[in-house]
Every structure is written in C-alpha cells, then in structure tokens.
C-alpha cells in the first residue's frame, strides 16, 4: 500500500525561498525511502502562495479531496498555524516541520507533532554565549517585526535568558513586516549602545536592516539576525555578512549518530544529486519529518493518526537531524536545542553549543 503524503507549500510568494527548499527535503526523503520500500510513499503538495487563507483551503483540499495518509505541514509559524486549525478541526495528525513558534502549541490542539526546535529556545545560548566571550557585556537591544508571533517568541526568549544572566534590555522596538527604510531603528540603536543586537524579521526584513545597520557604522559587541542561519544571508550581503550571528537548525557539518534513517552525509549527498549545492536546515528539517513519519509508523504499525500521535509522545530517538522527544500533552518539540552560527572569512562557523563549536564568537562585531 502506498501512503500518500501531502503538504501546502509556498511555491510564491514571501516564503517561496523556504518553502521551495522544504518540498526539495521532503521530495529527496521520498525518493530514498521509496528505494528501500519501493512505492511506500508519494507525496502529494499544493502551492499555499505564502498566505493564510490559502493555506487553509489547500489544507482542507489535501485532507478532504485527496484523501492524503499523512499531512506535513508548510514553512513559517503563521502558515502552520492556519494548518494545524484545519487539521484539528478535521481530525487530522500534522507533522509541524516548518513552523518554530511556541504559539501553535498553546492552542490546544491534540493534533500535532513537532520537529523543530521552538522559537523560545531559537538564542537560548546566545547570552551565555556572549558572557563567556566578554564578562563586561551587559546590555541587548531587541528589534523585531510587529507582526506574527514568531518575532515575539524569539524575543521573549532572549529576555528571559537576559533577566537570568543580569543582562539589561536597553531597546524594544518593532517596526512594520513591510519596512525597507530602518533609519527610525537605527538612530534608537545608536543612542541605546546595546552590546547586543537581536534582529527577528522576516528574511527581506533581516537582510535590509543588516545592510543598513553595516553601512551606519553602528558599534556592537554581537549582532544577530535570525536570517543569517541561512545562506541566502551571504549569497545577498556579500562580504558585509561578516561577523553576523544567526540560529540554525541544523548544518551538515554536525554528525548526530542516528538510530533511525540515513546519516547528515547520507542526507547532503541525497540533496546535491537533486543540484542543490547548498543543503540549508529547511530542506533538512523536512527530510527529517520523514524519517520522523517512517519511525513512528513502525512503531504504530497503522498510519492511523491516533496510534501516529501516541506513538510520537512516546518515543525518543535521533535522527540525521538530531533528537526527537516531543511534550506528549502539546506536542512540542523538546529534545533538541538550536545551533549558532557566525559568518566568519565567508562562511558559516558553529559557536554554540560547545561541543558542536567549530570556532569562538568572533567578538566585537564592528
């Protein structure tokens, strides 16, 4: 019997880049689980156009017209957050592959498993980090978009960490999703002086302060974009991505032993046949919703979305993509933490945890 598997994906629209990247991950674990099963899986997807409504109605398409086994949900918060009311509602199990806020967790629902780390937990080394590197470092700036919950559940998180290591938080600020000019922003980071500078947008918000905020000549002692986990942040900023913090899921480099599907070289290898020369986290945390998906049906033995749910709240086992154990009453994800990363001489180095560092917080930024 082959299973189908369906999810709305941003083919246009914002998130047409993120979204993209996860229908190739999930495309590549069909093609690899299919080679060891053959016709085990097929996936099925509908553009979502990066908007909310849309998303519901391909949703309730995928769950009511086609009939799909298993539904993976799309990229960003605000996007699975508009799936998982259609899945709830129809009493469907939804794989939370794409959308990191602590929100969708709260509504709830019965009816989702989570994979990615929560946004909560996105910087939640950062401070330490930064205290390591300079015991002086004192103070953080927070800027984020005004809109989603996702921008205020990374924030929130830092806060807490900061109110915990006696930080200060010097700066709140928001700006509109739609900003392109940041000279209100920058003019309150230079009068704040904040040692730290955490930036939450969208990916064209990240990219348009970063610009500006380098060409200021803004003084810091870290600066972080949530944008600069990816490569995208390089590929547009050039060498003026230098020394930029950003969280990442996952990367290649880091080789978790799995106890279930393929290994991190495995996976990479997998993707670059597809012509992807850079495997970034939202291809990999898709992938990883497979292997996810496969290892909870061996363990259910039925694609019935109960056995699916149950099993899921009491497994705990790795992946490629690191360790999964969700919550078992809310379905969150609770087994892995974020990586850091740093652009440093044109690339992506790990600076947090420790023992995944491949180097030290290059500190000051500028």
Partial sequence: MTLVVGMPVSLTGQFQMQGRQALAGLL????????????????????????????REVTRRLIVGDQIDILIGPY???????????????????????????????????????????????????????????????????????????????????????KELGFRIVLDVEFAASAVDFADVLERLRVAQADVVVVVGRVRNDLALARQLTDSGLSAGAVVAVAAGIQAFQDDLGSLAERFVGPSQWEP??????????????????????????????????????VVVQTCLEEAGSPDGQALRDAAGRLKFSTFYGDFEIDAKTGRQIGRESLLVQWQDGRKVIIWPPDLAQGRLVYPWR
């Avoid at 709830?88 to 709830?108: I, P, T």
């Avoid at 930064?130 to 800027?143: D, F, G, H, K, N």
């Avoid at 495995?266 to 990999?284: C, E």
């Fill in 28 to 55: 590549a674990w069909e093609r690899d689980a299919n080679a060891e099963t053959p016709d085990a899986f097929r996936v099925l997807y509908h553009d979502d156009a990066s908007d909310a409504s849309t998303v």
């Fill in 76 to 162: 960003s918060s605000v996007l699975t957050s508009a799936a998982a009311q259609v899945a709830e509602a129809h009493g469907k199990l939804l794989w939370n592959q794409g959308g990191a806020s602590d929100d969708v967790y709260r509504q709830g629902y019965h009816r989702i498993v989570g994979i990615l780390t929560p946004a909560r937990r996105y910087l939640s080394g950062l401070l330490p980090l930064v205290r390591q590197t300079e015991s002086s470092a004192s103070t953080v700036a927070l800027v984020r978009a005004s809109t989603g919950e996702f921008p205020k559940a990374v924030c929130r998180g830092v806060a807490e960490t900061a």
């Fill in 253 to 290: 480099e880091v080789q978790h032993q799995p106890d279930s599907g393929p290994t991190a070289e495995q996976v990479v290898a997998s993707l670059k046949r597809d012509g992807h020369p850079t495997v970034d986290y939202p291809m990999a945390q898709a992938y990883a919703a497979g």
